[in-house]
């Protein structure tokens, strides 16, 4: 098994070293190595490539510059930037200001059914993307959309109302399955917030709306800020909803680009690279600035009290007004797309809902599925990848974590930043690099599912860092030192002792590397073969030929298991403590 | 001037039943006057000044500023809390940090509805600012001021919108020792040059005695004890407001019959039998519980001329401490260990025998509540 074999880095530390080399410096060193292997080799591969011409039989590849003056004179160039950051932009405002209106009802006001919304609000966040774009389509689309038939009946007209094949259906679209991210982050916000700072401004006279806009918003600036970046960048990486929703009409943005000159006929490997060092110029350039903001974030902290319960605004009837902004984002975000599902996964062809289609409900389709080739491969591959690679992120990250913050071995922010690296690394980009590395390389690792495990295994690395860092900051270091006074080796103390301590960091994050990696699709797509598909690539292999009813059962199926395992796992994560976030 | 007339406040937890914070609390405070709001954490003193705010519906009661209801639940009125204008300052100071010292201080004149004009609002910014000693820091961000400072510019800020009532969360404890005493004054001193009435809330006795023109003692969201501070040290009604006031002796006893000589109550004690004061509480044969305060425990090594109307006893040192100004002493008088501070002139070693006198006057026969529950 995967673990196994890379755990046995981590157990040679254990076997009784030569007396001059600790287990410690055994283990550091080990997994500095292979965060370096991981996220660094590819990077210089994409690097190389990007000056290269594409290999053939007949040629060798020799150093050009070609793929840059073919990427940047061509005239779509710009319109591809401009695109891209429109796009990018549109998609974080939009799920900005959504995530910041809804956390702001539900943390600061009497919203009726406040509580419930909060636990509906992560839904979107397990959907995949793919499955949600699907959706839309389905939804508002103008030939068969939902929402364009029937305003069309109702009105008696051929008008489109909505074209969800157009920039601002890739911002809504896109902006509506990212706004539980911005809602997530602005409650943290907000609850960060010492409430005091609200009541004195409510105590020297203030009304609701002018706490709100030259208190609470400005306090949660740097918040707000890191937000937009964060979702810009999510945005600007974004590989479905451009390739399903703007492709077909010709608005190509980066991801689509790259995707595009891979699949092209020749591909064109180069230029492809090309683009992604520059689409990774942008995202790092995004870091960069949400770090800085991070780091001024400090001086907005200030001598906080006993935090008394923040005190609830009462909105009077507006409060119904508010309850109501929550449905319809429940209703757009939620109910809809996985009504349109299922739905069309009840139907023999795709039809839109009527009396008519009613009578032809069947389940049909679920049972051609079931019994579709790749299908239960690509099932068993992606438990398999996501489990793997989960476990594995959350043990190696947390060794990483405690290199970084407890030891004093010179060079440990490089690290830090090493296992940061993917998180600048769009899918496409990172799962081209990757592709270009072992085709290189080769090893055999190339079109096999080991290649996949190695694509999420560096992807999700970022997350795993966050919640390891998170919660190794929280472990005072008295704790470990009393181990070690008590006799414990280190190995024998971070077993006992730190890692224990983390559970409820390692399970949570454990948690959702394995929601995002079954959800994974940019890297995937690059990287699988013939018998190493995984659910995402069936999804999008079934969407592809059209077979819209047998994708919906599918869909459907998937959503309910990632629903029914997050609520499982967090079940059983409570009993461990882990806090709900 | 500010009057509560029973008033209940709840909350609700997420689990669990509704937290009962405050309990029929009333009280009435003049104006002008520094009333103070004392108990142990968890007492409702932080959650009756929180509904004199508004930022606490209570269930019910009357709240009644300068002839004005701000709250009464029988006629249903609820002024919210910036309609109030009651000055607040916080325990934490909720100085806003993306603000200028300047900019925090003006804000209640901003926000205001009759607006005054730029000038208005500066000099009445910088006046306050001056009150307090901060106009040199009016152009600092709020966030490089120390902790003192950020203490004196919530009082400013709550200062500046002339507040008919002045509330303060237990605005030292944030401070370090030494400042805590030096803003002890300063806040007094401003109090009295504004004539403000201020509501005061700490869980330190210190704090309370030195500043208050009256002291509210509160315990499990009730009020317990309502006097000066002279009053509320010296005579305090029950068992929790002398253990929670300052240290103590409990004795418990037996009533044993009234001394028409002495005009005192006598009581059989474990240190024998002795004079003690009531108000009346005391029955014949009925149980008491005395409380005397250790400075009121005189001892000395000569011997006492006996009186009939005092409490004269002998007992052991069995500890003593030195404390620099005065030591503590346990001394064993039967098998009771009484506490005692004397002057540090006293140097009665360990094991010797001295003679002790306490006033009947001191002896206070108080109501046996349970005491303060010690808290782990």
């Known amino acids: 098994m995967a673990v196994a074999g890379e755990m046995s880095g981590v157990r040679r530390g254990d076997a009784p070293a030569t007396p001059r080399v600790s287990s410690e410096w055994v283990v550091t060193s080990g997994v500095v190595t292979f965060v370096a292997w991981l996220t660094l080799i590819p990077l210089g591969f994409l690097v190389w490539q990007s000056f290269m011409t594409p290999q053939t039989a007949a040629r060798a590849q020799q150093f050009t510059l070609a793929n840059y003056i073919e990427a940047y004179t061509s005239p779509e160039t710009f319109s591809l930037f401009v695109n891209s950051v429109q796009f990018a932009s549109g998609t974080a405002v939009f799920a900005l200001v959504l995530g910041t209106l809804l956390a702001w009802m539900s943390e600061r006001t009497n919203t009726p059914f406040k509580s419930v919304f909060y636990a509906t609000s992560i839904i979107p966040l397990v959907v995949p993307g793919i499955l949600f774009v699907v959706s839309w389509i389905m939804l508002a689309s103008p030939k068969i959309g939902l929402f364009n038939l029937i305003l069309r009946n109702l009105f008696d007209t051929d008008y489109t109302f909505f074209d969800v094949y157009s920039m601002s259906g890739m911002i809504v679209v896109d902006g509506l399955h990212y706004a539980p991210i911005a809602f997530l982050l602005m409650t943290a916000a907000f609850r960060s917030m010492d409430p005091s700072l609200e009541e004195s401004a409510l105590m020297s006279g203030a009304s609701t709306l002018q706490i709100a806009w030259r208190i609470t918003l400005r306090l949660a600036w740097p918040a707000v800020a890191a937000s937009f970046l964060i979702l810009f960048i999510r945005s600007i990486e974004s590989f479905e909803v451009p390739a399903l929703l703007g492709l077909p009409v010709g608005i190509q943005v980066f991801t689509s680009s790259i995707y595009d000159a891979i699949h092209r006929y020749p591909s064109n490997v180069g230029l492809a690279s090309a683009y992604a060092l520059t689409l990774l110029v942008i995202t790092s350039g995004g870091i960069w600035f949400q770090a800085r903001i991070g780091s001024q974030g400090n001086k907005y902290s200030t001598v906080t009290g006993k935090g008394f319960r923040p005190r609830v605004i009462d909105l009077g009837r507006w409060r119904y007004v508010t309850a109501a902004i929550f449905l319809l984002y429940a209703l757009f975000a939620i109910a809809m797309p996985f009504f349109i599902l299922v739905w069309s996964s009840l139907q023999r062809f795709y039809s839109v809902p009527s009396w008519a289609a009613l009578k032809n409900v069947t389940l049909r389709s679920y049972q051609s599925i079931i019994s579709y080739p790749n299908v239960s491969g690509a099932v068993w591959n992606s438990m398999v990848l996501s489990l793997s690679s989960a476990t594995l992120v959350m043990l190696l990250t947390a060794v990483l974590a405690w290199i970084v913050l407890r030891t004093r071995i010179r060079g440990r922010w490089m690290l830090d930043n090493m296992a940061s690296l993917p998180m600048v690394m769009p899918g496409l980009v990172l799962g081209l690099a990757i592709m270009i590395c072992y085709l290189t390389v080769g090893g055999g690792i190339y079109g096999t599912i080991w290649i996949l495990l190695i694509a999420y295994v560096t992807r999700f690395l970022p997350y795993g860092m966050r919640y390891n860092t998170t919660s190794m900051l929280q472990i005072h270091k008295e704790l470990e030192e009393s181990a070690a006074m008590s006799g414990a080796s280190w190995l024998q103390s971070f077993w006992h002792i730190v890692l224990p301590l983390l559970k409820p960091g390692l399970l949570a994050g454990w948690i959702y590397v394995v929601v995002v990696s079954v959800r994974e699709l940019s890297s995937s797509i690059l990287l699988y073969s013939p018998g190493s598909e995984v659910v995402s690539v069936i999804i999008w292999e079934l969407w592809q030929n059209g077979q819209y009813v047998e994708l919906s059962a599918f869909g459907v199926m998937l959503i309910a298991t990632l629903f029914v395992f997050t609520l499982v796992a967090q079940a059983i994560g409570r009993r461990y403590g882990i806090k709900e976030t | ?376």
């Open chain 2, 1 to 376: 001037m500010l009057s509560v007339k029973a008033l209940f406040t709840e909350y609700q937890t997420p689990k669990g039943p509704p937290v009962k914070a405050a309990q029929d609390v009333t009280f009435e405070v003049p104006k002008g006057k520094f009333f103070t709001l004392l108990g142990p954490s968890g007492c409702g003193k932080t959650t009756t000044l929180r509904s004199i705010a508004g930022l606490e519906r209570p269930v019910s009661g009357d709240i009644e500023v300068n002839g004005n209801l701000v709250y009464s639940s029988s006629r249903g009125i609820f002024v919210p809390p910036n309609r109030r204008n009651f000055g607040m300052v916080f325990q934490s100071y909720a100085i806003w940090p993306h603000m200028t010292v300047f900019a925090n201080a003006a804000f209640p004149l901003e926000v205001r509805k009759n607006r005054p004009n730029k000038q208005q609002i500066k000099d009445k910014v910088m006046s306050v600012l001056h009150a307090v000693g901060l106009d040199h820091l009016a152009e600092r961000e709020a966030t490089k001021l120390s902790g003192g400072q950020q203490q004196r510019l919530a009082l400013a800020r709550a200062l500046v919108m002339e507040p008919e009532l002045l509330l303060l969360d237990e605005p030292l404890s944030n401070l370090d020792a030494k400042l805590r005493d030096k803003m002890r004054f300063e806040l007094k001193r401003i109090q009295r040059d504004l004539g403000i009435t201020t509501i005061y809330v700490t869980h330190d006795q210190g704090e309370a005695l030195a500043l208050s023109h009256e002291i509210a003692v509160m315990n499990e969201g009730r009020v317990v004890q309502i006097g000066p501070p002279r009053a509320i040290y010296e005579r305090p009604k029950t068992k929790f407001v002398a253990d929670f006031i300052g240290t103590t002796n409990f004795i418990d006893g037996d009533v044993r019959g009234f001394d028409e000589t002495a005009k005192r109550w006598r009581v059989d004690t474990p240190l024998g039998q002795i004079l003690v004061e009531s108000d009346g509480t005391l029955k014949l044969g009925g149980k008491a519980s005395i409380s005397i305060r250790p400075e009121d425990v005189e001892l000395q090594e000569a011997p006492l001329s006996g009186s009939p109307t005092d409490n004269h006893l002998s007992g052991v040192v069995d500890q003593r401490i030195f404390l620099g100004d005065f030591v503590d002493l346990e001394v064993k008088v039967g098998n009771y260990l009484l506490r005692s501070r004397a002057h540090p002139s006293l140097r009665t070693p360990i094991g010797e025998k001295i003679n002790v006198r306490m006033n009947p006057e001191k002896c206070l026969a108080i109501e046996d509540d349970g005491g303060l529950k010690e808290v782990a």
